[in-house]
């Protein structure tokens, strides 16, 4: 059962336009919503966090959008960089079966083409 | 901002042997720590959560006596492969809870096993 899910494996955005990366969830127990960015052999580094009460959180360029009727986060990159081109990885926390935990999406490989 | 470092970076073990991998917060302290495994082109998959002073929460198909978790103290957990076979072969992450919130968590470089 894939609690947290990335439908496109992969996004190519030309430089300089917006990269907008998708995530959808199942559990309505989930308090927090994460965005990692992993480069190849390397472990992921936190981007950007959006609590649940929240709908909007913005730091720099970017920008994570939570829909909680839908189930829904995303996240927007605007301007893209070449720089930015990585894995991203929504992830969600919150208490499940009694241990607080941190599920992964499966991951969004962005090209960000110069 | 907080740095967890793992070690080793990447290992490589014949068949039948055992492998152990360090976890570190280096600058603060960490009650729980958790376990991921990455396959290529999956997920980060949570294996285990590791907690000091007891018995580590082991994820539904994870079986606990293959891979064995240990929080020795406050800065420190292990995983260790037992009798590792090929398929063991992954990516192996771990993290911990930021300080005094659990909406961010800081992660450690990985370790790559390669298991003969």
């Known amino acids: 059962d894939q609690q947290v899910k990335q439908n496109s494996p992969s996004l190519s955005v030309q430089e300089g336009r917006i990269s907008i990366l998708n995530c959808d969830y199942t559990n309505s127990m989930f308090d927090y919503f994460l965005w990692y960015k992993k480069y190849p052999a390397e472990g992921p580094t936190f981007l950007i966090s959006i609590s649940s009460i929240k709908d909007k959180n913005e730091d720099g360029r970017f920008t994570v959008f939570l829909n909680k009727s839908a189930k829904h986060l995303s996240l927007h990159i605007v301007p893209s960089q070449p720089g930015d081109s990585a894995v991203y990885f929504c992830a969600a926390s919150g208490d499940t079966s009694g241990t607080y935990k941190y599920i992964f999406g499966t991951g969004t490989r962005l090209k960000v083409l110069a | 901002g907080a740095v967890v470092s793992q070690h080793p970076s990447w290992v490589i073990c014949k068949s039948g042997t055992s492998v152990k991998i360090e976890c570190r917060s280096l600058d603060f302290q960490a009650t729980t720590m958790f376990w991921y495994r990455q396959f290529p082109k999956q997920s980060l998959m949570l294996m285990a959560t590791?907690?000091?002073?007891?018995?580590?929460?082991?994820e539904q198909g994870v079986e606990k006596d293959k891979f064995l978790i240990n929080h020795a103290s406050l800065t420190l957990s292990t995983l260790t492969v037992t009798s590792a076979h090929p398929e063991d072969s992954s990516f192996y992450i771990c993290?911990?809870?930021?300080?005094?919130?659990?909406?961010?968590?800081?992660f450690g470089p990985g370790t790559r096993l390669l298991v003969l």
């Open positions: 590791s907690n000091e002073g007891s018995k580590a929460t082991y």
């Open positions: 993290s911990a809870p930021g300080q005094g919130t659990q909406e961010t968590q800081y």
